[in-house]
């Protein structure tokens, strides 16, 4: 079983910065694919970025320029870079990981409110 835990949400301005962690933690024999998820209220999760084990990224085009995802194989952890933010970006954000343990994985860590208001 592969644990994920979050840090690094808060309160920020608009215009302001925060740097969201996750580090997967348990029986890991290998990390795929890592990424970041987000749900405003009344809304569905949807995709922010991830990232690959070769280190290729995707984004969300409402985050394209603003935010940078980034990982350290040798720590198991991923960072969300989030710059520019918008009271929009304002959301539950979902740390979501996957590859091989005692047998395939999927995990989801228990989420970290970012709240963009002035």
């Known amino acids: 079983q592969v644990q994920l835990v979050e840090s690094g949400g808060g309160l920020v301005q608009p215009g302001g910065s925060l740097r969201l962690s996750c580090t997967a933690s348990?029986?890991?024999?290998?990390?795929?694919?890592m990424g970041w998820y987000r749900q405003a209220p009344g809304k569905e999760r949807e995709l922010v970025a991830v990232?690959?084990?070769?280190?290729?990224?995707n984004y969300a085009d409402s985050v394209k320029g603003r935010f940078t995802i980034s990982r350290d194989n040798a720590k198991n952890t991923v960072y969300l870079q989030m710059n520019m933010l918008k009271p929009e970006d304002t959301a539950v954000y979902y740390c979501?990981?996957?590859?091989?343990?005692?047998?395939?994985?999927?995990?989801w860590g228990q989420g970290t409110q970012v709240t963009v208001s002035s």
């Open positions: 979501n990981t996957n590859g091989y343990g005692s047998r395939w994985y999927n995990s």
């Open positions: 990232i690959s084990s070769g280190g290729s990224t």
């Open positions: 348990g029986s890991i024999f290998s990390i795929n694919v």
